[in-house]
């Protein structure tokens, strides 16, 4: 199905707002809609559209070029394609990579995706930027000969991001088990509440056997696990502040003195469980460019984010909680949000700890891979205590 | 951490002259550096010896010398400024070698003036292959196997073991110089032993062959707190086997998965800091088999680079400026973005366009050079440019290169497929051009897979060249051009011209139709974060999309044409004049949009001008900027006359496009170019020049020749750089020229001008206003005429030239200017012969010369000649101190040191196919890379810095071989005795020993190359060739004589040029050396910065107010 542009079937792109940009098709034929959003990355387009986290969005590539290496069946994240609409410029005639499979448009198509193509996508971009995330929808073949009016109205009837809970939603129906590589040293509870398939690999890497437990455990699911070292959040769709059970459960880790790890969505429950609010951000953090500060060691990482909302805490001082201090450990240098949190007991010893963005990477450079080996000195420590 | 406080001058060394592999991105990075560390209050010490710079303008650094980049050289600097720091990680392998040695001698340690940036170790690290192999091993990443060997038997024990072909490569050497594959015992023994000779270390590694892997670089920046990131990755479309400055590179990466760019990042990261860059920028190159994904890391240079250069303009993200800061100590999240203003630097930039950079070649100055492209670097120069997909970004970039034959085309009968599987194994070489030959082939039906089975190139480029193949035939064979169809060819990157050509109409009209359907370009900005933050830097590219990015604004513009791709004859000279034109305008109060597409350059830095457009300069880009503008704000003019030949051919057409010129119009423009109306010129002021005629035809050139007599000097009309100028001797070389050398037709005749012998040529450059002159500067050659101006050796003052003379060059060039109407600067070159003053040419644009007469008078030509085009006068600008108070480069005091220009030719870099050197004459025809000054009290010593810096210098001991031409034999008499006096021991072939014994002068005699063994007369049973091979020879002196002696000459002028002997060709230059080499000898050199040369002549006549 690899169309050039100029034979391909029309399309039509609906912001909320009304702006309207008439592409072609690209995908899936049909009609989609979702929270718009932009990702800047310029590779790992796979990763991407397998992240849980981009559940509900229609991400628009700011990367002209897309599809270039295909598809294989070696880097999705998660069983299936998330993202409810793609946005591209250029997409690729032929890929090419001695590890590609298929094309990327004929896994859009066959996982019924729908997209479009040959639009200005720098210029959707910037105003996102400026006006902020909205609602977007994506009408190709026969949908896109709607009059506009109805588009709009389509656009607008589907529901907000804001106050979205969706994490039931991505999240496994069953417990599964990522054993440990070589020697078992420690057992974690991992919530997923989309979990991308890297962060498991990687702990299991780290001598961890991952229990991925659906997102609607309860405290003591959790506990029952046999020889339990740890809990872990994982990344997600969805507003925080709608994850009241999440919330409910992470408190009664933390009480328990159970060393806690988080990654993205789970920062934000993070946030939320030590009595910190959460918010929206006007366009959020998308992309595997964004420097981070990690303010325990002044040194900047390069990470990985996908990310629209952020925790609510303040930078320039320590807060009492009832579980211990939290502080912003980490922040992101290009606009100050708060990139990561940690609590220390009042001993001083770190007991949780959680950041916003994504150290599996996956799509994304490696440089917070550092966060895996803080995650197993703080179960060592733990285990050491408890021994 | 913030700024090191232990640091308050930094010593700078810069690359020197433009070389094959080194050009004027070392320009950019150093200014960008000077300005850096000045903006920190640093004090600034900078040495380099290349006066075309625009870094080395006084004003870039606090004390600027424009000396010889060689370690005595540079010692004496130290000692006498006592820097706190040197920094050699921002002027190329010139610098870093000089810094090495400076390392090693001690003189680093003497001064305490240690190198920030990187230091030595990390130098040898990153340098050294073996050091670098175990760098690149304990980082966890694999190198190409391969072998170090330092004499033949190793090399060829090494080859037996990784098998043929294998890849040579001497170290240390900059470019690649002398690498290459062998594919055969001959060829290895050929390219080693040239390898072990080139190289310092007398070092050369083989290498199992990586050819047709495909081919990345990183680059990648490490503060001293240990921040990485990596600015830009590089993709070659041209697979492992040719240099990377030869190649076609894309940026980003288009075909890697997250997973594999990632392993890059990650190796990339590791050797940086097992390396041990302290801070600052370096470039590592990879090769990934494009079968299974194995990685290999080829190479890592720890300095900012040409492709640093690249990367800094295809993301905005400065890569030497930011380098600089490192350098004293801050970290990259304590350094901004300047684009953004509120990010920090430690990110890493995301391109939402592609980027295409092109190499520009000059293989046709060196026809007898092998163009076949290996790992050694050829190419002369380059063109980048943007798009928002690659197809676009390809075409634009290939029309940039300024040549018909560089653009995708459709002409004639589409290939058959015969033909296309004969332009498939052509283009399995790579040549200039292949990415032609492959849309040929591909025109003509080879499949993706075949072409990539050919050539290597990924399938997924091959794909985009055959989406364009198949656009140009819709576009060809539709009964119309419909809005749609138009908007798809131009979203491809189609130019006009192409359309024109597809639908066989003319181009004017295509764009008629364009516009009348209102399809145009938008353009975009580079905001180094893929719109995801505002950009307050206008750093603009077109494209074909829907939303425009051009703010509007108040103030009245200039649109400056800048040169487009460096090429021998119009290099870094240009991008000066248009650099100066866009600051002093600035300063005057306009808004400054620069139009260029060459990345190496100060003038596409986006902080140089008010706006910067990386646009192709043809004429349809070109309008397509000014209409853009023009809708954004009031336009004050565009001005064409200071970047070369590039702009300057467009002036006519922009006129009639309603374009605003202003300066000298197009008109007086043409008036120069075209001979008859020149001559009626020079007869109304009286002004005598060579007998002259034009031919359409041999016949005619041959009553021409007749007509005026011989010798006579032949070129085509418009050229730049000497482009087919030959001297003519007879009839018949007339008629073979005419025919065969060039095209002579009713658009483009013959040239036919009378060769003044033994004349003196002298160059002006001067600034006019309509009424006043201002003589800028006077030079004298010092090889006679003949020799093109660019390749010549001249002196200002002039050496020997005196105030009446000096007053007729005044009184003639103030006539031309004011009969060709010249507003802002021209350039005359005159002849003098038997006391009359012949003009040879009048060029009514900045020339080559310009940055030089502006270092050597202190008089920054180019700022007063932009105002001037812009309606200032010359007396207001002596008023303003734009130029001196009174008096001006023609009446220097006699306290005025010397400043000797010296060029800087390329032979070393060709070979022809059966691997012997080009020959290195001087003609008529400019070969010349770049140039050098040396600058003294005296001519003798100026003259004798110029070669210092030019190729290592002159010998003050040892033997000299002399061959001369007859007619040169009266006057190498005195030069030659004199090198007898000062103790130098002469060796000349039989005929040039004769006359020379029978003056008095011992020689011994020594066998030419072409004589046989057993001569009873000579001295040596080597022939002079293997003397000069054998380093016995200190200098060569070597004056082309007849066809039958060329042979000879030739092979004496290769060995010198292997050996790195000076090799001196003139007589005049001779002269010149002996004089220098008294002065070398009666004392040591002395380093003068700019700064106090200005202070003692005192031209601006500060001390005075």
Redesign the interface.
């Known amino acids: 199905m690899n169309t ?3 034979t391909r079937a029309p399309a039509v792109l609906v912001l909320e707002d009304g702006r309207t ?1 008439t592409g072609r098709a690209y995908g899936h034929r049909g009609e989609t809609v979702g929270e718009a959003v ?1 990702c ?5 387009y ?2 991407t559209l397998t992240d849980p986290s981009y559940h509900r969005q229609v991400v628009v590539m ?4 897309v599809g ?2 295909g598809w ?1 069946d ?2 999705d994240e998660s069983s299936r394609i998330w993202v409810s609409g793609y946005v591209v ?2 997409p ?8 590609s499979q298929r094309t990327l448009e004929d896994e859009l198509d066959s996982q019924g995706v729908v997209g479009i193509c040959d ?5 959707l ?2 105003h996102l ?1 400026e006006r902020g995330a909205m609602r977007v929808g994506i009408f190709s073949g026969e949908a896109a000969r709607m009059p506009s009016a109805h588009l709009v109205e389509r656009v607008t009837s589907a529901p907000l991001m804001k106050g979205a809970a969706l994490a039931q939603e991505v999240s496994t129906d069953e417990t599964y088990v990522v054993p440990a590589v070589g020697e078992k040293r420690f057992t974690v509870a991992a919530v997923d509440l989309g979990i991308k398939a890297m962060t498991p690999q990687l702990m299991s890497e780290h001598g961890i056997e991952v229990h991925v437990v659906p997102a609607d455990a309860s405290f003591s699911d959790i506990t029952s696990i046999e020889g339990l070292d740890g809990v872990f959040f994982s990344n997600g769709p969805g507003d925080p502040a709608t994850a009241d059970h999440e919330v409910g459960v992470l408190r009664e880790v933390l009480a328990a003195g159970i060393p806690f790890f988080g990654i993205c969505f789970g920062n934000q429950l993070l946030g939320r469980a030590l009595g910190f609010g959460t918010y929206k951000l006007k366009y959020g953090h998308r ?5 981070v ?1 990690d303010r325990t060691t ?3 990482e ?1 990470t990985a984010h996908n990310h629209g909302f952020a925790v609510d805490a303040p930078l320039d001082k320590d807060t009492d909680t009832e579980f211990g201090t939290a502080r912003v450990s980490h922040v992101c ?3 100050d949000v708060v990139e990561g949190l940690e609590l220390r007991s009042d001993a001083g010893e770190l007991t949780a700890f959680s950041v916003q963005y994504h150290p599996e ?6 440089d917070a891979a550092y966060l895996f080996d803080r995650f197993v000195t703080l179960l060592e420590n733990n285990q050491k205590v408890g021994a | 951490m913030p700024k090191r406080d232990d640091i308050k001058s930094v010593l700078v060394i810069g690359s020197g002259p433009i070389v094959i592999g080194q050009a004027c991105e070392f320009d950019y990075s150093g200014t960008q550096a000077c300005r850096v560390l000045r903006e920190e209050g640093v004090r600034v010490i900078l040495v380099n010896s290349n006066p075309a710079t625009i870094m080395t303008d006084p004003e870039f650094a606090d004390a600027t010398y424009i000396e010889p980049i060689t370690p005595e050289v540079v010692e004496k600097i130290i000692e006498k400024e006592r820097p706190d720091a040197v920094l050699a990680t921002l002027g190329g392998q010139t610098a870093l070698n000089c810094a090495i040695a400076l390392h090693d001698n001690g003189v680093l340690e003497k001064y305490n003036a240690p190198l920030i940036g990187a230091n030595v170790e990390a130098i040898q690290l990153g340098e050294d292959r073996q050091l670098f192999k175990g760098v690149v091993e304990r980082c966890g990443a694999e190198s190409a196997r391969s072998v170090i060997c330092h004499t033949m038997d190793e090399v060829l024990a090494g080859a037996d073991e990784l098998g043929y072909p294998v890849v040579v490569r001497p170290s240390f050497t900059m470019g690649g110089l002398g690498s290459g594959f062998a594919h055969d015992e001959a060829e290895l023994r050929r390219m080693a032993g040239a390898g072990l000779q080139a190289s310092p270390t007398t070092e050369v590694l083989l290498e199992e062959s990586i050819l047709g892997w495909k081919e990345y670089e990183l680059e990648v920046m490490r503060d001293h ?3 990485v ?2 600015v830009c990755s590089i993709e070659n479309l041209d697979p492992m086997g040719v240099h990377t400055g030869d190649s076609i590179t894309v940026a ?8 594999e ?2 392993r890059l ?2 190796v990339g990261i590791a050797i940086i800091r097992e390396v041990g860059v302290d801070t600052g920028g370096c470039n590592i190159q990879f090769a990934i088999n ?4 194995r990685i290999i890391v080829i190479e890592m240079n720890p300095r900012v680079s040409r492709s640093s250069a690249l990367a800094s303009k295809a993301t905005g993200f400065p890569i030497a400026k930011i380098a600089a800061k490192m350098a004293i100590g801050y ?3 304590e350094v901004p973005n300047d684009i953004t203003q ?3 630097a ?9 980027v295409v950079k092109v190499p520009r070649f000059a293989f046709e100055k060196f026809p007898a050079a092998d163009d076949t492209l290996t790992t050694t670097m050829k190419s002369v120069g380059e063109a980048m440019s943007i798009g ?3 197809a676009e970004a390809m075409q634009k970039a290939l029309r940039s290169i300024e040549r018909k034959e560089s653009s995708f085309h459709w002409r004639g009968q589409t290939p058959t497929r015969d033909e296309a599987l004969e332009l498939l194994r052509v283009a399995a070489r790579p040549t200039d051009g292949r990415i032609i030959t492959v849309q040929q082939a591909m025109r003509g039906g080879a499949t ?1 897979e075949e072409t990539h089975a050919a050539t290597g190139i ?3 480029f091959l ?1 985009q060249i055959e ?1 364009i193949n ?2 140009a035939h ?1 576009v060809g064979e539709s009964p119309e051009l419909t809005p ?2 138009l908007r ?1 060819a131009k979203r491809h990157g189609f130019s006009d011209a192409q359309l024109s050509e597809l639908r066989g109409m003319p181009e004017s009209v295509v764009r008629g139709v364009r516009h009348a359907l209102g399809v145009r370009p938008v353009f ?1 900005t580079v905001d180094t ?6 950009a307050r830097t206008p750093y603009h590219y077109s494209s074909y ?3 425009n990015e051009v703010a509007p604004r108040e103030r009245e513009a200039v649109i400056i044409l800048g040169s487009g791709p460096n090429r021998i004859g119009q290099g870094v000279e240009f991008d000066y004049s248009c650099v100066h034109a866009s600051f002093a305008l600035r300063d005057a109060g306009y808004d400054t949009i620069m139009v260029n597409c060459n990345p190496e350059t100060v003038s596409t830095d986006y902080d140089t001008s008010s706006r910067l457009y990386f646009e192709p300069l043809t004429l349809e880009d070109v309008l397509e900027v000014y209409h853009a503008e023009k809708q954004a704000g009031p336009i004050a003019g565009v001005i064409v006359q200071l970047g070369g030949q590039t702009p300057l051919g467009l002036a006519r057409a922009l006129k009639e496009a309603g374009v605003p010129i202003v300066g000298t119009s197009p008109e007086a423009i043409d008036l120069a170019e075209d001979r008859g109306a020149f001559g009626r010129v020079l007869a109304e002021a009286k002004l005598p020049a060579p007998k002259h005629g034009t031919a359409y035809s041999a016949a005619e050139a041959l009553a021409v020749a007749q007509d005026i007599g011989y010798p006579v000097l032949v070129r085509p009309s418009y050229v730049l750089g000497g482009r087919g100028m030959e001297i003519v001797y007879d009839d018949d070389t007339l008629v073979t020229y005419v025919e065969r050398a060039t095209h002579a037709s009713p658009e483009h005749p013959v040239l036919v001008d009378r060769f003044l012998d033994d004349a003196i040529e002298i160059d002006v450059d001067v600034l006019y206003d309509g009424t006043e002159m201002y003589l800028g500067g006077v030079m004298e050659h010092i090889e006679e005429a003949g020799i093109h101006s660019g390749d010549s050796a001249c002196a200002l003052p002039p050496a020997t030239l005196g105030n009446a003379e000096i007053e007729l060059v005044r009184e003639s060039a103030r006539k031309l200017a004011e009969g060709i109407g010249v507003v802002g600067l021209m350039n005359v070159q005159f002849a003098l012969a038997q006391d009359i003053l012949y003009v040879l040419e009048a060029n009514p644009r900045a020339s080559r010369t310009v940055p030089f007469v502006a270092k050597a008078t202190g008089v920054a030509l180019a700022n007063a000649a932009s105002r001037i085009m812009l309606g200032a006068t010359i007396a207001q600008l002596r008023e303003e101190g734009v130029l001196p108070p009174s008096g001006d480069g023609g009446t220097l005091p006699p306290h005025a040191p010397i400043s000797v220009k010296e060029a800087v030719l390329p032979f070393h870099r060709f070979r022809t196919t059966d691997g012997t050197m080009v020959d290195s004459l001087l003609g008529p025809e400019m070969r010349s890379t770049g140039e050098v000054m040396g600058i003294d009290s005296t001519f003798g010593r100026a003259f004798g810095k110029s070669q210092l810096a030019a190729y290592g210098g002159l010998p003050t001991t040892g033997t000299v071989f002399v061959s001369v031409a007859n007619r040169d034999k009266r006057a190498m008499l005195f030069p030659v005795s004199r090198l007898v006096d000062l103790g130098f021991t002469i060796v000349a072939t039989s005929g040039t020993a004769d006359v020379l014994r029978r003056n008095g002068i011992p020689a011994d005699v020594i066998r030419k190359i072409t004589e046989r063994e057993g001569d009873a007369e000579a001295s040596d049973a080597r022939s002079i060739g293997q003397l000069v091979l054998d380093g016995e020879i200190a200098m060569v002196i070597n004056t082309p004589t007849g066809q039958s002696a060329r042979a000879d000459g030739y092979a004496i002028r290769a060995a010198a040029n292997t050996a790195d002997v000076p090799l001196i060709t003139t007589v005049q230059e001779f002269a010149a050396a002996v004089q220098a080499i008294e002065a070398l000898r009666r004392g040591d050199l002395t380093v003068t910065s700019l700064q106090e040369h200005a202070l003692a002549l005192d031209l601006m006549q500060v001390a005075g107010r």
């Open positions: 050039p542009l100029a940009f932009f800047t990355a310029m590779t790992g796979q990763e700011t990367s002209p070029h270039n290496t294989n070696e880097d410029r250029d690729a005639i032929r890929p090419s990579n001695w590890r639009i200005d996508t720098r210029a971009t910037r930027r992309g595997i460019n964004q420097p500060m002044g040194k900047v390069v240098l290009n606009d990477a996956a799509a994304g450079p490696h | 707190a240990d921040n990131v990596v980003p990466a288009l075909t890697l998965t997250d997973r760019y990632q990042r990650d494009p079968r299974d994904g970290t990259l999240d509120e990010t920090p430690s990110f890493e930039p995301s391109l939402d366009y592609v928002r997909n690659f993706v990924d399938p997924w794909d989406l198949d656009i819709e749609d169809l798809l975009k974060c893929a719109a995801e933050f505002a999309d829907e939303e």
